[in-house]
C-alpha cells in the first residue's frame, strides 16, 4: 500500500508570501503529525491531529502558523507571511493511534526555502 | 518540559567496528523510547522501540538499544557495522502521560567508509 505522501516536495518562496503545504496519511490511520527539521536541528513537534479531537497545536511557533486535517484524511499545514527562519524541512507523519503505541510512518518531507 | 540528547552529531567508523550512540532524555516518569533511522534519500523508518519488559530491546538490521533507568539513557548498539548502516539516527521519546508526540534528538549523523 501507499505511504504517507506530501507536496510539493520543494517549494521556494519570497519572504512575506503565504504557502500551503499538503499531507496525504496512510489510508485508515487516526493519528497525524507534522514535524519542522531545522538545518542542524531534531525533528521540532509542530501539531498533532488524533481522530475527532481537538488538535493539539502546542508547537506550533507562532500565530503565522495553522493546519487544517479535512474529513480525517488530508491535512495542509499553511505558513502566513512566511519568514527566512520559516526556512525549513517539513515533514508529516501518521500513525494508527497513540503516539506512545504506534510506530509513526514518515512522509518525504516538504523542502521550504523562503528567500 | 522533556528533552533528549544526543551527544554525538556525527560518528565515522569502518566497516566490522562496533557502534555506540548516545541518547539521553529528562523525564523523570515513564517513557515509551524509539530510535529512527534516515538512509540517504529515504523516508525515517522506525528501528527499534521500548515501552516496558527486557531493558534490552532488539531492532531490525543488528541493531539492538539498552534501557538503563537511573541514567535515563537509551544507547544504541550494533557489534559490527556494515556501509549500508550510514544514515541519520534520531532517539526519540514518549513521556506516558497522554501528550500524543515525540519528542526527538538532534540526530547523529554516521558514516562507515568501506
Known amino acids: 500500500g501507499a505511504g504517507v505522501s506530501q507536496s510539493p516536495s520543494n517549494k521556494v518562496t519570497e519572504k512575506g508570501k503565504d504557502v500551503e503545504l499538503r499531507c496525504d496519511p496512510i489510508s485508515g490511520h487516526t493519528a497525524l503529525y507534522w514535524y519542522r527539521q531545522s538545518l542542524g536541528q531534531g525533528l521540532e513537534f509542530l501539531i498533532y491531529?488524533?481522530?475527532?479531537?481537538?488538535?493539539?497545536k502546542s508547537g506550533l511557533p507562532s500565530d503565522r502558523f495553522s493546519a487544517e486535517r479535512t474529513g480525517g484524511s488530508v491535512s495542509t499545514l499553511t505558513i502566513q507571511r512566511t519568514q527566512q527562519e520559516d526556512s525549513a524541512v517539513y515533514l508529516c507523519?501518521?500513525?494508527?493511534?497513540?503516539?506512545?503505541?504506534?510506530?509513526?510512518?514518515f512522509g518525504p518531507g516538504t523542502r521550504l526555502t523562503v528567500t | 518540559a522533556q528533552s533528549v540528547s544526543q551527544h554525538n552529531h556525527h560518528v565515522i567508523l569502518s566497516e566490522a567496528a562496533s557502534l555506540e550512540l548516545g541518547c539521553n532524555y529528562s523525564?523523570?516518569?515513564?517513557?515509551?523510547l524509539f530510535w529512527y533511522v534516515q538512509y540517504p534519500g529515504q523516508h525515517l523508518q522506525l528501528l527499534l522501540k521500548y515501552f516496558s519488559g527486557d531493558p534490552l530491546v532488539k531492532g531490525i538490521k543488528g541493531f539492538e538499544a539498552e534501557f538503563i533507568k537511573s541514567k535515563f539513557s537509551f544507547n544504541l548498539r550494533k557489534p559490527s557495522v556494515q556501509w549500508s548502516d550510514t544514515a541519520e539516527y534520531f532517539c526519540?521519546?514518549?513521556?506516558?502521560?497522554?501528550?500524543?508526540?515525540?519528542?526527538f534528538g538532534t540526530g547523529t549523523r554516521l558514516l562507515v567508509s568501506p
Open positions: 507523519a501518521s500513525s494508527a493511534g497513540l503516539a506512545g503505541t504506534y510506530e509513526q510512518y
Open positions: 491531529f488524533q481522530g475527532n479531537s481537538a488538535p493539539d
Open positions: 526519540a521519546v514518549n513521556a506516558n502521560t497522554g501528550f500524543q508526540k515525540l519528542v
Open positions: 523525564y523523570g516518569g515513564t517513557v515509551n
